[in-house]
């Protein structure tokens, strides 16, 4: 048995079925290996899809997303989309192909010094030296993946120890698991006396108690504490369109429980809850350091915990709520408060969300996936499903081709529709191959401005109209036709009349869909029920 048999055998054992890789020399003995197990590989066009597919399965399906790419230009090509999935929370093992040990420092083909390159994007980063090491390497990584604050972990697997034989004597390694921190005694009583104290308690958490992922966390947490919940994934913080008008309420708080939850910019760096005292309950000693240099004085509590258990074990002693229904009104109304920029002929952003969002209300298993970009926040603040994924608090954009197939192969009856800027679409555009050829039947809606919109606005604001400069893109590109040649259905939807059918017939086609949608460069929605707009 090769060291590449012992590695795919333990990945099944692990639960894998589908690896997400784009092929190369170095990792050509694991492709063989994968045939006995049958695992299936889902070749992507690019090292970083690969990744962010990964990244995609894992949030959807409940389990690890598992990327394989070969050495050093193909690692190197992943690593934007490994730090989109540490932000996010992704519970990803990373594979990479390795140059050979016994030719370390000899110039081999493609060496490189993966670990440390890796080390800043993932949970761990390990080069595994010997054969009868690798099943119990991937075995410790599936489990670090998910313990803690879920994240990417990184193995590099050298071209030689794939090759070399296992020892005969080598027994099948036991399946890695961690055990999670235990709870200080005393920390669930004090929380809850903090929490039970206060007359404006709210909870943040974080991506990976985000209702996609912990579906009944949050109603179960507000009804066991009689604190709104508040999930936090997205690089606007607490202007996330999703989250409504709720920025312009979360200052009177006055207790806050970051449940999983860094305290980082997305929440000011703690600046609202200044006056407040503040809970953090993290995995992560690092990030209980930084809430303490980010809120001073407003830190009543920190808890080494994981978030879920300290949650469990909060909703489990909590006892009687008080009856805080004002202070839920409010923030349900906040949350709920959207403001629509006047028509004026040309499509609009939102109106494009809304239909999207119909389309998803008709579906038995809808996902939504948002890119970044302005369009990207217009579909988080219009559209919506039970299950959502986004482009994370890394701020990147692109990924949402890639995110989308990925979320199809895990859930293969979902209907997956992403929404991009033109801008986005094209990190990704070769993708829809790769859907076309796995059947994996996504609804792409590219809402097309003809520019680099978040850039242009950046620039009109910044410098004014006579200095934007750069951030065009072409009137005459039509990614509608482009994804069909690809394999794949397209339409071009130049009237609001023309969308709803034209989301329709796509979705009939059971073919993966791009449908191209001419709409008016405007700014991503800022929510404040205290400006002009609609309710």
């Given at each position: 048995m090769r060291g590449a048999d012992s590695l795919a055998s333990m990945m099944a054992d692990c639960g894998v079925r589908t690896v997400f890789s784009l092929s190369g020399n170095q990792i050509m003995p694991l492709y063989d290996a994968m045939i006995e197990p049958g695992i299936r590989i889902v070749h992507t066009r690019h090292e970083a899809a690969a990744v962010s597919m990964a990244d995609g399965f894992a949030q959807v399906s409940g389990g690890i997303g598992v990327a394989l790419v070969t050495a050093a230009p193909g690692f190197a090509n992943a690593l934007g989309a490994l730090y989109s999935a540490r932000m996010s929370e992704s519970p990803v093992v990373f594979l990479s192909g390795d140059s050979p040990v016994e030719r370390d420092g000899s110039g081999a083909f493609q060496e490189f010094a993966q670990v440390e390159a890796a080390r800043p994007f993932v949970k761990a980063s390990r080069r595994v030296m010997a054969a009868g090491d690798l099943a119990a390497a991937f075995a410790?990584?599936?489990?670090?993946?998910?313990?803690?604050?879920?994240g990417p972990v990184h193995l590099a697997l050298?071209?030689?120890?794939?090759?070399?034989?296992?020892?005969?004597?080598?027994?099948?390694?036991?399946?890695?698991?961690?055990?999670?921190?235990?709870?200080?005694?005393?920390?669930?009583?004090?929380?809850?006396?903090i929490l039970r104290g206060a007359d404006r308690p709210i909870i943040l958490t974080g991506p990976a108690l985000s209702p996609s992922r912990q579906p009944e966390l949050a109603g179960r947490l507000e009804a066991a504490l009689g604190a709104p919940v508040i999930s936090?994934?997205?690089?606007?913080?607490?202007?996330?369109?999703?989250?409504?008008?709720?920025?312009?309420?979360?200052?009177?708080?006055?207790?806050?429980?970051?449940?999983?939850?860094t305290v980082d910019f997305t929440s000011g760096f703690g600046a609202p809850f200044k006056a407040a005292k503040v809970v953090v309950a993290d995995p992560e000693p690092q990030m209980l350091e930084r809430a303490r240099a980010n809120l001073g004085e407003a830190l009543a509590l920190a808890v080494?915990?994981?978030?879920?258990?300290?949650?469990?074990?909060?909703?489990?002693?909590?006892?009687?709520?008080?009856?805080?229904?004002?202070?839920?009104?409010?923030?349900?109304?906040?949350?709920?408060?959207?403001?629509?920029?006047?028509?004026?002929?040309?499509?609009?952003?939102?109106?494009?969300?809304l239909a999207v969002g119909a389309e998803l209300a008709e579906a038995g298993d809808?996902?939504?996936?948002?890119?970044?970009?302005?369009?990207?926040?217009?579909?988080?603040?219009?559209?919506?499903?039970?299950?959502?994924?986004?482009?994370?608090?890394s701020g990147a954009i692109g990924a949402s081709i890639a995110y989308a197939i990925g979320a199809k192969i895990a859930r293969p009856e979902a209907t997956v529709i992403a929404m991009m800027g033109d801008g986005t679409s094209g990190?990704?555009?070769?993708?829809?191959?790769?859907?076309?050829?796995?059947?994996?039947?996504?609804?792409?809606?590219?809402?097309?401005?003809?520019?680099?919109?978040?850039?242009?606005?950046?620039?009109?604001?910044?410098?004014?109209?006579?200095?934007?400069?750069?951030?065009?893109?072409?009137?005459?590109?039509?990614?509608?036709?482009?994804?069909?040649?690809?394999?794949?259905?397209?339409?071009?939807?130049e009237s609001r009349e023309g969308l709803a059918p034209a989301l329709a017939r796509a979705r009939g086609t059971g073919l993966p869909a791009c449908i191209n949608v001419a709409m008016q460069p405007i700014p991503a929605p800022v929510f404040s029920a205290g400006a002009k707009g609609a309710h």
């Open positions: 410790e990584a599936a489990a670090l993946a998910r313990a803690g604050r879920p050298p071209f030689d120890v794939l090759n070399a034989e296992v020892g005969t004597g080598a027994g099948a390694p036991a399946r890695a698991s961690i055990a999670p921190a235990e709870i200080p005694a005393d920390a669930v009583s004090q929380a809850l006396d936090m994934e997205s690089p606007r913080g607490l202007r996330d369109p999703a989250l409504g008008a709720a920025a312009d309420v979360l200052g009177e708080a006055d207790a806050v429980l970051y449940l999983g939850k080494l915990a994981g978030p879920l258990a300290f949650a469990e074990a909060l909703i489990g002693a909590a006892g009687e709520p008080a009856d805080r229904s004002d202070w839920g009104g409010k923030m349900t109304e906040a949350l709920a408060f959207r403001s629509f920029p006047a028509p004026n002929g040309a499509i609009l952003p939102h109106e494009i969300a809808p996902i939504l996936v948002c890119d970044g970009g302005e369009f990207g926040q217009w579909a988080q603040g219009f559209a919506s499903a039970p299950a959502r994924i986004i482009n994370g608090a990190f990704h555009f070769a993708e829809f191959e790769t859907a076309a050829r796995e059947s994996a039947a996504i609804l792409a809606v590219i809402g097309n401005d003809q520019r680099w919109n978040a850039e242009y606005q950046i620039q009109l604001r910044e410098y004014g109209p006579n200095r934007t400069i750069g951030c065009e893109l072409s009137a005459d590109a039509r990614y509608d036709i482009a994804a069909a040649a690809l394999g794949c259905h397209g339409e071009h939807v």
